[in-house]
């Protein structure tokens, strides 16, 4: 979002939910309007539970542009525009709770908030597929995003990698050193959701002898907590330069989850480091196989140790890896949305 910010910057932002504390500081300068649901506490902090009334949220934002660019995983493209106007969706996954229900939720969603996004799937699934085709041109953040949009909706989109906002930055070397960083760790950035696997990231650590550090927070954190050996630290909260800290001195990323695009790897490749991924999903965007990190075959525990130890054991082209992560560029990104924009506006796209 921040990238659109930089490539409109006149631009005002409407959303469903904002807190501003839990955000970038760089969106302080931005023109957030957001909806009435966001004055309502329990939806803001979990917005699960306001799947039921989300719809008629959306359809109640007016926005009057002469075109819109949504950025969307669920509700922005449902914003209601003048029928003059031209709407670009970049779309990051038709939305989860519609679509991949079971794993969206996973086993810690709460039983208030499976109930509510399993009684309200069909509703939503309706309301969906009719705002998708108000659209006028859709974006994918991933070749795997682009084959859901076409199965959800029977649309084409082109794929528009995201840019990668975190780039080899200024860090001090003193940044969290302490006697658990003097050794070879992983690297895992991640939301701590079931179906990322994290846990599995942490038994294969513990399996090999390596250490992982592994940053994120999410409703999966107390869990694994409790499942963290002397051999895994937990961190979240982190600056940037703490996080740059990190990807400069990890031996490898490391990702377990069937991801849309695959956006860690990338990171760690400005530093010049490998990848260790599930060669599958966005990480076949990100990832190439032999040259920037390694595919394994499964998120199984036995086959992430395995992808790790071969790591640790190749001499890896740090040159060549950096160079891949230069294709995912802001400027690129910003380039495609206003050519794109600026076509929707001549009419290229009617």
């Known amino acids: 979002m ?28 931005v023109d957030v309007k957001v909806s009435p649901l966001n004055r309502v506490g329990v939806i803001r902090r979990n917005h699960r539970l306001g799947l039921p009334v989300m719809p008629l949220a959306s359809s109640l934002m007016r926005i009057d542009a002469d075109v819109v660019v949504a950025s969307s995983s669920g509700w922005s493209h449902g914003f209601a525009v003048p029928s003059s106007t031209k709407k670009l969706v970049y779309c990051h996954n038709p939305a989860r709770w519609v679509y991949q229900t079971s794993e ?5 969603a709460g ?22 085709r108000t659209v006028d041109l ?8 682009s084959g859901r949009i076409s199965r959800a909706y029977g649309i084409d989109a082109e794929v528009l990698f995201p840019p990668v ?11 969290l050193v302490d006697e658990f960083f003097d050794q070879p760790f992983f690297l895992c950035v991640s939301r701590l959701l079931p179906y990322k696997n994290v846990d599995r990231v942490i038994g294969a650590a513990e399996h090999v002898g390596v250490n992982v550090v592994v940053v994120g927070a999410g409703p999966e954190s107390a869990r694994l907590r409790g ?41 760690g490749a400005f530093f010049g480091k490998p990848a260790v991924v599930l060669g599958r999903g966005g990480y076949l965007d990100t990832v190439i196989d032999g040259v920037t990190g390694i595919h394994v075959p499964s998120p199984d525990m036995v086959d992430l140790a395995a992808g790790m130890l ?38 290229a796209y009617e």
């Open 2 to 29: 921040l990238s659109l910010c930089r490539a409109f910057p006149d631009a005002t932002v409407h959303t469903l939910l904002f807190d501003p504390k839990s955000t970038f500081p760089e969106f302080d300068s």
């Open 111 to 132: 039983r208030l908030a499976s109930v509510v996004a399993r009684s309200a799937k069909g509703p939503l699934r309706r309301w969906d597929r009719a705002k998708a």
């Open 165 to 175: 906002g975190l780039r080899a930055k200024p860090h001090a070397s003193a940044v």
């Open 227 to 267: 499942l963290a050996t002397a051999r895994t630290k937990l961190l979240s909260g982190l600056s940037d330069s703490e996080l740059c800290w990190l990807y400069a001195n990890c031996s490898a990323v490391v990702g377990a989850s069937y991801e849309d695009f695959g956006l860690t790897p990338i990171e």
């Open 138 to 145: 859709y974006l994918a953040n991933s070749t795997v995003v």
């Open 310 to 347: 071969e790591s640790l054991g190749r001499s890896w082209d740090s040159g060549n890896i950096r160079a891949h992560a230069e294709k995912f560029s802001e400027d690129h990104f910003i380039d495609v949305v206003r050519e794109r924009v600026a076509s929707l506006q001549s009419g």
């Open 104 to 108: 969206y939720l996973g086993g810690s």
